[in-house]
């Protein structure tokens, strides 16, 4: 079992900044990558934002690309979502996730609220 937990989430006006944080505890040994997704109000899907590999290799959504980056640290159980050039359109709740491939499961945290505003 593997618990997440954010932080970071909060009010911003547009062309702001925000870093997001979420922390890995429990059996972490089998995660694979990790990433953040967003969910926008009155969406029932949650959107994939970014994802980072073990190894330290990332993807991004090509709405954030460039204002984005992901970042993990290994040592510390740790990945961040550093925000910047905010757009109200990037309101929405995040969500920490970790995968392993090996057991096909993925771990979700409790999200977090960023609001843009304009």
């Known amino acids: 079992q593997v618990q997440l937990v954010e932080s970071g989430g909060g009010l911003v006006q547009a062309g702001g900044s925000l870093r997001l944080s979420c922390t890995a505890s429990?059996?972490?040994?089998?995660?694979?990558?990790m990433g953040w997704y967003r969910q926008a109000p009155g969406k029932q899907q949650r959107e994939l934002v970014a994802t980072v590999t073990r190894r330290g290799s990332t993807n991004y959504a090509d709405s954030v690309k460039g204002r984005f980056t992901i970042s993990r640290d290994n040592a510390n159980n740790t990945v961040y979502l550093q925000m910047n050039s905010l757009k109200p359109e990037d309101t929405a709740v995040y969500y920490c996730?970790?995968?392993?491939?090996?057991?096909?499961?993925?771990?979700w945290g409790q999200g977090t609220q960023v609001t843009v505003s304009s």
């Open positions: 996730n970790a995968h392993t491939y090996y057991r096909d499961i993925s771990y």
């Open positions: 429990g059996s972490i040994f089998g995660i694979d990558d």
